[in-house]
């Protein structure tokens, strides 16, 4: 099962390279960038929907979206209101409507992850046993309901072995195999796709084992391998991340971000 067809739209005009061989993509777009557009992509065909992104880069993908090839998508301040991409109140969004949303599946959120796995089993409250931990982090927060009841995605702006790993110290939001196990609610658990600073991932094989579905271009295969803990599945044929249009590239640089503060969230 494919989470919402990432493998279809992050080539940028059909694309592909061989497994092992990097593209440089054009010239003067910057990781940053191609991460936004990642980003934005998340919401694609989403409709009326709410946007919950976490974080600067998937912030500024899903005003992106918002304001080009996603004009139904509502955007929240993260407090009672709805705001349009430019900050202007549309409407009011107490939070017991903001709950109503979620536990109703109309929403989808792109959360972060201290750690998570080949199934999308993810973690933000620990490291080490959760009984006496090495490292405290966020807690679990509103994780198991996000994963269980709306569309979930992740963005990872430091792909490395520390965050991509054979095993969840703690499960807060629930991947595939978990999902699997309770069929009765496995039908509304759905992970759309993971971003990182390296290429973007979905769960679209047999098993729902982390699929590499585009890398950015200036990344290679072996360099996501090498920065991944476990063995992730791998076409023949990996799509290039698809490169942002002109008029895309003036929003980012002159309208959603001009201070430029996503080259702060992502290196390269």
């Not at 509502?74 to 979620?102: C, I, K, M, N, S």
């Not at 098993?207 to 791998?234: C, I, K, N, W, Y």
Request: overall charge neutral; charged content about 20%.
């Amino acid at each position: 099962m494919s989470g919402d067809g990432t493998g279809g739209d992050t080539g940028g005009g059909g694309d592909t390279l061989r497994s092992g061989t990097s593209g440089a993509g054009r010239s003067g777009v910057t990781r940053a960038e191609y991460c936004v557009i990642a980003c934005a992509e998340a919401w694609r065909g989403a409709g009326e929907i709410l946007a919950s992104p976490m974080g600067l880069v998937p912030s500024l993908g899903a005003r992106l979206a918002r304001r080009t090839f996603a004009p139904d998508l509502l955007l929240t301040d993260g407090e009672a209101l709805l705001v349009g991409p430019d900050g202007t109140v549309e409407g009011w969004l107490p939070y017991r409507q903001h709950l109503a949303l979620v536990t109703g599946g109309r929403r989808h959120v792109m959360m972060g992850a201290s750690q998570i796995d080949r199934y999308g089993n993810q973690n933000i409250s620990c490291v080490g046993d959760w009984a006496r931990p090495r490292r405290q982090l966020l807690g679990v927060r509103g994780a198991p309901v996000n994963t269980l009841n709306n569309a979930t995605s992740y963005w990872i702006p430091r792909h490395s072995r520390r965050v991509f790993v054979e095993k969840v110290d703690m499960v807060c939001g629930v991947g595939y195999d978990r999902a699997a196990a309770h069929p009765a609610t496995a039908r509304f658990h759905r992970l759309p796709r993971v971003v990182s600073d390296l290429g973007v991932f979905d769960f679209a094989t047999p098993d729902h084992a982390m699929r590499l579905a585009s890398l950015h271009p200036g990344v290679t295969v072996e360099q996501v391998a090498e920065a991944t803990g476990f063995a992730l599945v791998v076409p023949e044929e990996v799509p290039y991340t698809r490169e942002p249009s002109a008029e895309e590239l003036r929003l980012i640089r002159e309208v959603l971000d001009p201070g430029n503060a996503r080259a702060g969230e992502v290196r390269g």
